[in-house]
């Protein structure tokens, strides 16, 4: 139950395609999430996504004990407290959600993350390498050559009864790839689990330098593509797990993150520095 | 309120290495030759033996690299194309001449690539051997004595045994100054900050050796005093191994992610600087066997399992790394990053065994990768904060 006394906390995940808010309670619970895109304005708008938050748990901002921002655009959310990296708030949000997560597969819009969780702690992580083959784009971009809606395409790869070898080192030259593939004939639902595919194959194959062991969580906006979720499976031999909401558990582990700073201090008799609580857009020149 | 006193050394020191040539210029007026000289093995004391100046050559990580393109292939070291392109563009002409070594194998194209392109009146290739058999100190010797006699004909002077004494001490008074200034990073906070050091260092390498002495002894005399201004006490403490660093901004991103960075092993960094000149009775002996044995850039093939008749995988990782683990006892380290600039195949062929290395000693450690451009160091934060958050 809310009261006078009750604490709150807000994550904000400003990730290269969505921005995420959730705002927690004290015993860790969602009172409030968002999702929004980024996009190139709203990166500097991240204020109107935790507005959006804050009114969907109608609270006012001052009420937040601790905010942390998170993700590619971190460094742009002026009202933060802390920024932390995704990296950490991922393993956060996943452990609470998975306590026995092993290896966490995080792709989002730009990137792929492998992280290697012991005892519900962050202990060792790999990243991409600068290139979109590999992450959520790849999907959007093969989407838009074959002229199909971006959530239809894990469905279709599921119909696919041969599906076609797709190279996986670059997603322009995949583009070339599928539009050869189509003019051969093909079809589109072979062609689609193809990609999907060759997206699990790169991930798996960089994850590998962590050592993959179960229980395996995948996240991001990708895991919300069953394609993607049974791609994942064929590559790894095993099965992930997926968080009914897989694009939060970086805001989630942010509120959470701030919730254990603020009780950790207050343990030791301390008042974590806190931003002036005033929504407003990042500029870049002050 | 107590008036920040600030170093007169370390302002000097930023002053150089925002504007590297300014020095050497004043120099060139009154009548002195300068020579440039790339990475670790150009033997600089008969450069400064023979009464020259020796000027590091380093690329400019935040000019886009336009002209390289023409004569060297896109996919190698882009510090390397840096230099040519900035050498295209004109901002190396003040140079009287290079030395460029066979650092590796991109560093050997690029000294004869340049030799084409650019038209200095004195240009050298010294063949450094990569193995350290006693063969490979003789043919080292050779090469050396053949370098000697090129600049004392282009000179017009004889390079005597007392100038090459001479130059060796300076240098390794040089190389004794830069270690006691990396003493002063040991103290938790360190007494100067990664970003001050590399400053420092490349001031050194852009002003004659007597005076980066001088500049030396100045930053540790200010340095030892100073009370505000100092890094503060942070998480971790980093030591940073790898590819070339010429530009403050990487390491600027170490230290602002809750790191210090107290050590190195870089080329501008310990690396030209943690191993003396020994004084033989033919100076060209110490010399030849300083520069091919002691210097540590893996360029050089130092594996036990050249000699040895048993394969053991761990006493040659031991062999080839254990001075990482000293460095990181004596510095309290605490986490290392492996940096490899993009293409740097040197180094990146010592990652997976370093790892190794370094796993087996309990070393936390983190690899990155960048492409030596200030424009693509945003994914690079994200992984040293990551590192220094899994650190704790």
């Not at chain 1, 009261?3 to 969505?18: P, Y």
């Not at chain 1, 996240?219 to 968080?243: C, F, Q, S, W, Y």
């Not at chain 2, 103290?187 to 100067?192: E, F, H, R, S």
Request: charged share 25%.
């Amino acid at each position: 139950m809310t009261t006078e006394n009750s604490l709150f906390f807000a994550g904000i995940d400003v990730g290269s395609t969505m921005t995420k808010v959730v705002v927690a309670g004290m015993d860790g619970e969602i009172l409030s999430r968002v999702v929004g895109p980024t996009g190139a304005e709203h990166r500097r708008l991240a204020n109107l996504v935790m507005e959006e938050a804050l009114a969907k748990a109608n609270l006012p901002f001052d009420r937040i004990s601790y905010v942390i921002a998170t993700g590619y655009g971190r460094i742009n959310v002026p009202f933060a407290d802390r920024q932390v990296t995704e990296l950490t708030c991922h393993s956060k949000g996943i452990v609470s959600l998975f306590p026995n997560v092993r290896t966490a597969i995080d792709i989002g819009g730009q990137d792929a993350k492998g992280l290697k969780i012991r005892d519900g702690k962050l202990v060792d992580f790999v990243m991409n390498d600068r290139c979109a083959a590999g992450t959520g784009r790849f999907l959007e971009v093969i989407a838009d050559s074959l002229s199909l809606k971006l959530d239809d395409l894990g469905s279709l790869s599921l119909k696919s009864t041969r599906k076609l070898s797709i190279s996986n080192t670059c997603t322009v030259f995949a583009r070339v790839e599928v539009a050869s593939r189509l003019s051969e004939g093909e079809a589109i639902e072979d062609i689609v689990a193809g990609i999907h595919d060759a997206i699990a194959n790169r991930v798996v194959k960089m994850a590998q330098r962590l050592g993959i062991e179960p229980d395996i969580v995948l996240t991001g906006g990708v895991a919300k593509n069953i394609g993607m979720v049974r791609a994942m499976e064929d590559n790894l031999k095993h099965k992930v797990l997926v968080p009914p909401e897989p694009l939060l558990t970086g805001a989630l582990g942010a509120a959470l993150l701030g919730k254990d700073f603020v009780q950790k201090a207050a343990a030791s008799g301390q008042t974590l520095p806190i931003k002036p609580r005033k929504l407003e857009e990042a500029r870049f020149f002050t | 309120m107590v008036a920040r006193v600030e170093s007169k050394g370390l302002k000097r020191a930023k002053e150089l290495y925002q504007d590297r040539p300014q020095r050497v210029k004043e120099l060139k007026a009154e009548g002195k030759k300068v020579i440039g000289y790339l990475h670790l093995y150009p033997v600089l004391e008969l450069l400064t033996a023979a009464d020259l100046v020796p000027y590091a050559m380093l690329g400019d990580m935040r000019e886009p690299i336009t002209k390289a393109d023409s004569c060297l292939p896109t996919i190698v070291c882009p510090f390397l194309r840096s230099i040519m392109d900035i050498g295209l563009k004109g901002r190396y002409d003040f140079l009287d001449g290079v030395v460029m070594a066979h650092m590796c194998e991109v560093g050997e194209k690029l000294a004869h690539v340049w030799r084409t392109y650019i038209h200095l009146p004195y240009s050298f290739f010294l063949d450094t051997p990569h193995a350290t058999y006693d063969s490979a100190v003789k043919q080292h010797k050779e090469q050396l004595k053949v370098f000697k006699k090129s600049l004392e004909s282009s000179t017009g002077k004889e390079i005597t045994l007392e100038k090459l004494r001479e130059a060796i001490k300076l240098h390794n008074e040089q190389r004794a100054l830069v270690r006691e200034l990396y003493d002063l990073r040991k103290p938790d906070p360190p007494l100067i900050s990664g970003v001050e050091t590399l400053q420092v260092l490349i001031a050194t390498m852009s002003i004659p050796v007597e005076e980066g002495n001088d500049l030396l002894r100045q930053v540790i005399s200010d340095v030892k005093v100073r009370r505000d201004g100092g890094p503060e006490k942070k998480p971790a403490r980093l030591l940073l191994w790898g590819s070339m660093i010429d530009d403050t901004a990487l390491v600027e991103v170490i230290e602002s992610v809750g790191a210090n960075l107290v050590m190195d092993d870089i080329w501008v960094g310990s690396s030209a600087y943690f191993s003396d000149v020994e004084v033989t009775e033919d100076p060209l002996d110490g010399l030849a066997y300083r520069y091919l044995m002691k210097l540590k850039c893996p360029r050089t093939f130092r594996g036990s399992a050249a000699t040895d008749k048993k394969r053991d995988y761990m006493k040659d990782l031991e062999k080839r790394f254990g001075y990482l683990r000293d460095y990181a006892r004596d510095w309290n380290v605490n986490g290392i990053i492996l940096e490899t600039i993009r293409y740097c195949d040197i180094h990146g062929y010592e990652v997976p065994g370093l790892r190794d290395y370094l796993d087996s000693v309990g070393l936390p450690n983190a690899y990155v990768e960048h492409d030596y451009s200030e424009a693509a160091l945003a994914p690079i934060r994200t992984r040293i904060q990551g590192f220094v958050e899994v650190l704790g």
